[in-house]
């Protein structure tokens, strides 16, 4: 958590400003920065970030998987939020007051020349940030996004085809599928009526297109309720109200009746109907 719902609506709301009181950090130029703690960035030491991100504009916000990309007037910047990870934009804060307004858990902070200011709070500390003069090196190894057209039937059945492993370990490695995590996972692989520790290569070329269909669709809704808002670290969204198996363990399921139950699959808590997701 955040899984590509949230943060394509994290990306999207950095973009228009929308939710942020119309504050927007795209076309701002970055005259400060703040690294509170120095193991946030994950490839460049803090002398170094500062000194080439100093003076670059903010050209664009948009999402690649899991990763907040920030296409900069020379680099770009990537942000994974990762468990904890969360953005906001502040306005009306200069330099004097920058010490003065930070919130638990900062661990970095820009500021621009508007006197606007974009926060990374990451308290568990798994979040990471990266300034790369090409992002391909981070990024290439991601595999496809699940709602690209480019990613058709045929192949998303080739892929499973080609690995035999558990369906929802799976689906949750984003060098197979970019941008899914526990909580879509479980709830398209219900839709799909697949057990997750289906292994994939046994599907059949009916079920492989009910899964990428089921996963568009969760997905699809998840981007337009903003994301689900289940803990303390994103909030904002409602797809929790429309979970059909995720975090309803003892619950009856919403077409048999019988309870949820929670496993264990891949050491990841795994929420399934058992009469709806045979083995």
């Given at each position: 958590m955040p899984e590509l719902p949230e943060v394509e609506t994290?990306?999207?709301?950095?973009?228009?400003?929308?939710?942020?009181?119309?504050?927007?950090?795209?076309?701002?130029?970055?005259?400060?920065?703040?690294?509170?703690?120095?193991r946030t960035l994950a490839n460049i030491s803090p002398e170094q970030f500062k000194s080439r991100i100093i003076g670059q504009v903010v050209e664009n916000v948009s999402r690649r998987g899991k990763f907040l990309v920030f296409t900069l007037s020379a680099d770009t910047l990537l942000m994974h939020l990762r468990m904890s990870?969360?953005?906001?934009?502040?306005?009306?804060?200069?330099?004097?007051?920058?010490?003065?307004?930070?919130?638990?858990?900062?661990?970095?902070?820009?500021?621009?020349?508007?006197?606007?200011?974009?926060?990374?709070?990451?308290p568990r500390k798994f979040g990471r940030v990266w300034l790369a003069e090409n992002p391909g090196q981070i990024l290439?190894?991601?595999?496809?996004?699940?709602?690209?057209?480019?990613?058709?039937?045929?192949?998303?059945?080739?892929?499973?085809?080609?690995?035999r492993r558990m369906m929802k370990p799976l689906l949750m490695d984003q060098n197979f599928l970019?941008?899914?995590?526990?909580?879509?996972?479980?709830?398209?692989?219900?839709?799909?009526?697949?057990?997750?520790?289906?292994?994939?290569?046994?599907?059949?070329?009916?079920?492989?297109?009910?899964?990428?269909?089921?996963?568009?669709n969760v997905l699809k809704e998840g981007i337009q309720r903003n994301g689900a808002s289940i803990?303390?670290?994103?909030?904002?969204?409602?797809?929790?109200?429309?979970?059909?198996?995720?975090?309803?363990?003892d619950e009856p399921c919403t077409v048999c009746g019988t309870e949820i139950i929670r496993i264990l699959v891949g050491q990841r808590g795994t929420h399934i109907c058992p009469t709806c997701q045979k083995t």
């Open positions: 994290i990306a999207r709301t950095l973009r228009s400003g929308e939710r942020h009181r119309g504050l927007t950090v795209v076309g701002q130029k970055i005259t400060g920065v703040k690294v509170l703690w120095d990870g969360d953005v906001r934009i502040e306005a009306g804060v200069d330099k004097k007051e920058l010490e003065l307004a930070l919130q638990p858990h900062d661990r970095l902070v820009l500021l621009f020349e508007s006197g606007q200011r974009l926060a990374f709070n990451n290439d190894a991601l595999g496809p996004e699940p709602l690209d057209i480019g990613l058709t039937d045929e192949v998303f059945y080739g892929m499973l085809l080609s690995h970019a941008g899914m995590g526990n909580i879509y996972t479980d709830e398209a692989l219900f839709r799909a009526r697949l057990h997750p520790r289906r292994v994939s290569n046994t599907v059949s070329e009916k079920e492989s297109e009910l899964l990428l269909q089921e996963i568009r803990d303390w670290v994103y909030r904002g969204g409602d797809f929790q109200n429309e979970f059909k198996v995720y975090g309803r363990k």
